[in-house]
């Protein structure tokens, strides 16, 4: 069965996934499994085999989101020595409750009220294999 461009349940080459979606973009929230609230779940996992580095992303939260800088070509972004940043120059993955979560009573809920400590927890482990 062909797998969608947005498919990560297994490693996949994120290049190769984008190349089946109109337009190249992802900007996608992820449910993530595992147990429930306020455990460790493994959200993701890069590796670049060029450089044999690694990053491990686990968290609390329910889910990820997933951009994939399509849109840095909107404006020019400079860095660090003038480096200018192109579309598709970089991602994050940012984790956190699913969008519209007040307006979906079936999402996990994110209401806060007085008193109440809001906590989660993310860590992000980079290593090189």
Not at 52 to 74: C, D, H, W
Not at 99 to 115: A, G, Q, T, V
């Amino acid at each position: 069965m062909a797998r969608s461009g947005l498919d990560f349940r297994e490693g996949a080459v994120i290049g190769q996934n984008m190349d089946k979606l109109a337009g190249r973009w992802i900007d996608h929230n992820f449910v993530l499994s595992g147990e429930g609230r306020g455990k460790y779940k493994k959200a993701a996992e890069l590796y670049d085999p060029a450089s044999g580095r690694v990053m491990e992303v686990e968290t609390t939260q329910p889910a990820i989101q997933f951009y994939n800088g399509f849109k840095l070509s909107n404006k020019a972004w400079f860095g660090r020595n003038g480096y200018k940043y192109e579309e598709f120059g970089g991602l994050c993955l940012e984790t956190q409750h699913f969008p519209d979560s007040p307006n979906k009573p079936h999402f996990p809920s994110i209401r806060l009220d007085p008193e109440d400590v809001y906590k989660q927890k993310t860590i992000h482990r980079f290593s090189t294999r």
